[in-house]
């Protein structure tokens, strides 16, 4: 009989991934399990499928065990278990006879079976030599977190999208300016965020230029959902994979094939004019018109920008519904002063104006080709290059 006590949000942050990892049923039934090794001073559980992984360990409470055990476990099963109680600590007990894991919190108990049979077959993950590492870095959590948000509205649906490079998104280490890019389009509208970073290793890198890195949309996705906001996450970028490392937890991912697009030379170079507009207010008469077209297939909505007047008309039309307007003031305005108008997707412009936090917001315009809108002064930071609908 083996016992262990953790805490209660520590073993649900890390079934939490592991719920997103494994699956529930598969031909390949390993990877329907997470692997549980009660250690001396600690528990490590991992999950895995054919494409990624993760591990976590966490500290154990009060008596240690001089020896360990090891079990398989359902993963599903495991995860409903756990976030069907509350408290504050978990103990877990185990019955290597019975294959039994008795699990207590407070005063709920579950007894759930395990698989010894299994373990030996257990696919163990090490990292790669450090040979084949070609950056270690290290960047805070809100900026990836940030970051990764941004990249996952334009990232490309399966439904519309083939290409493999744009269903992923893309890493770009750049060693001269100590950044890392996070990039994502679904070919309609880009996304690229900047972060500085720092190199692990003394501040080695082997990258001597620019380079990319094709990472799943659903590794960056279950990142950012459970990397606080106030840790410090390590990215390992090898030849082959990526591991991320922050607090107790490690996830890994193969790389995907493909070659990711030139983006700089998609983003334009100067334009005719640029403006200047209060965010809350722009989302706000976006949402007002955009009953009309969201049923749509373009779900369209037509800006007229009147530079004179210092004034964005937004209009919503529909041949069934009828027609809706909302007007918005323009703060500052640079350029052309012609009027114009064009019409956009709404999602696009709520997406983005959804994540960001900043009170105003830049508009870069060459009218009738794609736009580029950005925080005001911010534009080194990131950017978001969307396009118009053809009329």
């Known amino acids: 009989m083996f016992t ?55 500290p154990k409470e009060g008596i240690e065990n001089p020896t360990t055990v090891s079990f398989l476990i359902k993963t599903d099963l495991l995860f409903d278990c756990i976030s069907s109680f509350s408290g504050d600590m978990v103990d877990l007990i185990v019955d290597a006879e019975t294959h039994q894991l008795t699990i207590k919190v407070n005063q709920s108990k579950a007894k759930l079976r395990i698989n010894t049979d299994l373990v030996s077959d257990w696919r163990q993950l090490t990292k790669a030599d450090e040979t084949m590492a070609k950056a270690k870095i290290k960047l805070l959590g809100s900026d990836f977190n940030q970051a990764a948000k941004l990249a996952q509205i334009s990232v490309g649906q399966p439904k519309v999208v083939l290409q493999p490079e744009f269903l992923n998104i893309c890493f770009t280490v750049k060693p001269d300016s100590n ?27 082997n990258l001597e230029e620019s380079t990319n890195f094709l990472l799943s949309t659903k590794v960056i996705g279950l990142v950012s ?16 994979d990526a591991w991320f490392i922050f607090d107790n937890i490690e996830i890994y991912t193969k790389f995907i094939d493909g070659k990711y697009p030139d983006y700089i030379k998609i983003v334009p170079q100067s334009f005719s004019c640029s403006l200047q507009v209060d965010k809350d207010e722009l989302q706000k008469a976006i949402k007002q018109v955009f009953f009309l077209s969201r049923n749509q297939f373009n779900k369209d909505i037509t800006f007229v920008v009147n530079p004179a007047a210092k004034q964005i008309t937004i209009t ?53 080709k794609p736009s580029v809108l950005y925080a005001k002064d911010s534009k080194d930071k990131g950017l978001y290059l969307v396009c118009g609908l053809n009329r």
Do not use: C, H, M
């Open 4 to 58: 262990a006590t953790i805490k209660y949000t520590e073993i649900q942050k890390f079934l939490s991934i592991a719920s997103q990892i494994s699956p529930k049923k598969s031909e390949l039934e390993i990877i329907t399990y997470t692997k549980v090794d009660i250690l001396e001073k600690s528990i490590k559980f991992e999950a895995s499928n054919l494409s990624y992984s993760a591990s976590g360990v966490i």
């Open 225 to 240: 959902r459970v990397l606080p906001d106030t840790s410090t996450l390590e990215i390992d970028l090898n030849t082959d």
């Open 179 to 205: 950044q890392l890019s996070i990039v994502s389009s679904d070919r309609f509208r880009l996304s690229i965020n900047n972060t500085t970073l720092e190199y692990l290793n003394n501040g080695v890198t």
């Open 316 to 368: 919503s039309k529909s041949d069934v519904l009828g027609e809706s307007e909302n007007q918005i003031s323009i703060l500052e305005f640079e350029g052309d002063e012609s009027e114009w108008q064009q019409s956009f997707n709404a999602t696009y412009f709520l997406d983005y104006l959804t994540l960001i936090n900043d009170k105003i917001l830049t508009w870069d315009a060459n009218p009738g």
